[in-house]
C-alpha cells in the first residue's frame, strides 16, 4: 500500500470513530439541559434483557443508571420490559456514561436516551420512571439526574401511573 493510501486510510478512520462519538444534549420534559459524551448505535445492534438493562453488541450488557425496574418473576417485569422495548424502538440508541461506568458485575453504566427520526431526544431513563414501570434508585457518585429522576417519580405516583396505580404497587390488582 502506497504512504498516500495509508494516511487517507488512516484518516477515514479518525473521522469514522468521530462520527460514532458524538455530544448529546437531552432536554427532559422538564427543560433541564444535560450534555453527556455517549455514542449512537443506530436502531439495531442491542437486545432488551429488562426494564432496566440491554445488551449492545460491542459493549455488553448496560445498566440503565438512576432506575430499578422489576426483575425477572416479579410483579411487572412484562410491562416494564416491554415499555423499555417500546421506547427503544422509536429511533436511534444512544448511551451517556456517568462517573462511574462500571458496577460491580461488570455491566456498563449508561443514561440511555433514543433520538427519533423526528430529531427529538428521548430520555429513556426518565419516561420508565415517568410512566411508572421503573423507580428511582440512587448510588453514588452516579447521581447527576437523580433530582430529575425522583420528579418524574413523583409524578407518576401522583397520578397513578404504572406500578402506581391503585392497588397495584405491591403486586395486587
Known amino acids: 500500500m502506497r504512504r498516500s493510501s495509508k494516511k487517507r486510510l488512516g484518516a477515514a478512520l479518525v473521522l469514522a470513530v468521530a462520527a460514532v462519538t458524538a455530544t448529546a444534549v437531552v432536554v427532559s420534559r422538564s427543560g433541564r439541559e444535560f450534555r453527556w459524551l455517549g455514542f449512537l448505535f443506530g436502531s439495531g445492534g442491542y437486545g432488551v434483557v429488562d426494564g432496566d438493562t440491554i445488551r449492545v453488541t460491542g459493549v455488553g450488557p448496560v445498566r440503565y443508571i438512576g432506575v430499578d425496574a422489576p426483575e425477572r418473576d416479579e410483579p411487572f417485569y412484562d410491562e416494564a420490559r416491554r415499555y423499555n422495548e417500546q421506547?427503544?424502538?422509536?429511533?436511534?440508541?444512544?448511551?451517556?456514561?456517568?462517573?462511574?461506568?462500571?458496577?460491580?458485575?461488570?455491566?456498563?453504566?449508561?443514561?440511555?436516551?433514543?433520538?427519533?427520526?423526528?430529531?427529538?431526544?428521548?430520555?429513556?431513563?426518565?419516561?420508565?420512571?415517568?410512566?411508572?414501570?421503573?423507580?428511582?434508585?440512587?448510588?453514588?457518585?452516579?447521581?447527576e439526574c437523580a433530582p430529575l429522576l425522583r420528579r418524574a417519580q413523583e409524578e407518576a405516583r401522583r397520578n397513578g401511573r404504572g406500578m402506581w396505580a391503585a392497588g397495584r404497587r405491591n403486586g395486587e390488582n
Open 87 to 143: 421506547l427503544l424502538s422509536r429511533g436511534k440508541l444512544g448511551l451517556a456514561y456517568g462517573r462511574d461506568r462500571f458496577d460491580r458485575y461488570g455491566r456498563t453504566l449508561a443514561y440511555v436516551y433514543v433520538r427519533t427520526d423526528a430529531g427529538r431526544l428521548v430520555f429513556v431513563n426518565e419516561e420508565l420512571v415517568r410512566a411508572g414501570w421503573a423507580t428511582t434508585l440512587e448510588i453514588p457518585p452516579n447521581t
